[in-house]
């Protein structure tokens, strides 16, 4: 079987790391914005896109190179007919061209033990940014957390174990909109948001006590207002991909268990 993985940051080399310890299986990485991916399209049977939501029509490099793009029908012609491809969500007509060939499709977030590993390490690596931003730390510190899914969970759960004091807002069918309560904003020394869509903008921001910061943990298009927190002064750091950067061999080993597992079952969705 030969696995073809395509950008990705660090997590998707110790991915392949295991994937090549199966029996039969052969493993070949390739980063984007780089050389290696100046010629052909190598063929293969299964293709392994990087861990993030797919962007219409392109896949992006990684932060660390040219930043070059890949167009995703480009990609995915090297996956043979009844092989896989592992990817965020992505549109439909990519879906369908591909399951009329008979390949199996995987989204990486429809994963539920995936997608709580990686909550598990976002959390973690969470913890390492409080821990060198934050004058009191983790455990000497009160954190408001926006959002109540999986990575919330996970932060709040760690972070209050580690002994921080939590405050948590998230939005409910009573208050879709203003769930943030201002009081608890300013009693916070940090703000963690998980939501990604905007709901800290400068209306939020203002009420920010000095000394604190606001740390990202969502995805494009993010919570955080990072213009305007600039503006006001507000310290604001932007956390994408967290467990790639601060776990990137567990991370990999999630991603390559859950290739596995997938590979096993024989299942698409």
């Known amino acids: 079987m030969n696995i073809l993985i395509l950008g990705g940051d660090a997590r998707q080399i110790y991915c392949a790391g295991r994937l090549a310890l199966e029996p039969g299986v052969s493993v070949r990485h390739v980063a984007l914005g780089t050389d290696a991916f100046s010629g052909e399209i190598p063929q293969c049977d299964v293709l392994l896109l990087p861990y993030k939501p797919v962007q219409g029509e392109t896949i992006a490099g990684t932060s660390d190179?040219?930043?070059?793009?890949v167009y995703l029908s480009d990609a995915l012609k090297c996956v043979r007919d009844g092989g896989a491809v592992f990817a965020g969500k992505m549109d439909d007509g990519f879906t369908n061209s591909l399951k009329a060939r008979n390949v199996a499709v995987h989204n990486w977030f429809s994963d539920e033990a995936l997608t709580l590993a990686n909550a598990r390490l976002t959390?973690?690596?969470?913890?390492?940014?409080?821990?060198?931003?934050?004058?009191?730390?983790?455990?000497?510190?009160?954190?408001?957390?926006?959002?109540?899914?999986?990575?919330?969970?996970?932060?709040?759960?760690?972070?209050?174990?580690?002994?921080?004091?939590?405050?948590?807002?998230?939005?409910?069918?009573?208050?879709?909109?203003?769930?943030?309560?201002?009081?608890?904003?300013?009693?916070?020394?940090?703000?963690?948001?998980?939501?990604?869509?905007?709901?800290?903008?400068?209306?939020?921001?203002?009420?920010?006590?000095?000394?604190?910061?606001?740390?990202?943990?969502?995805?494009?298009?993010?919570?955080?207002?990072?213009?305007?927190?600039?503006?006001?002064?507000?310290?604001?750091?932007?956390?994408?991909?967290?467990?790639?950067?601060?776990?990137?061999?567990?991370?990999?080993?999630?991603?390559?268990?859950?290739?596995?597992?997938?590979?096993?079952?024989?299942?698409?969705?």
């Not at 310290?235 to 061999?249: D, Q």
């Open 123 to 269: 959390a973690e690596g969470a913890s390492q940014i409080i821990t060198k931003n934050a004058p009191g730390g983790v455990s000497g510190s009160k954190i408001l957390i926006l959002g109540k899914g999986r990575v919330a969970k996970a932060c709040a759960d760690l972070f209050g174990n580690m002994g921080a004091n939590i405050m948590i807002a998230a939005r409910s069918k009573d208050h879709p909109i203003d769930f943030i309560d201002p009081e608890k904003i300013s009693e916070a020394d940090v703000i963690v948001n998980t939501i990604p869509a905007r709901v800290f903008d400068e209306k939020e921001l203002k009420y920010v006590k000095k000394g604190a910061f606001v740390l990202e943990l969502a995805s494009k298009p993010y919570g955080i207002d990072f213009d305007k927190a600039r503006e006001l002064g507000v310290p604001a750091i932007l956390a994408s991909g967290v467990p790639g950067k601060y776990t990137p061999e567990e991370a990999g080993r999630a991603l390559a268990e859950s290739v596995l597992r997938h590979l096993k079952e024989g299942d698409g969705s």
């Open 65 to 69: 190179n040219t930043g070059e793009e």
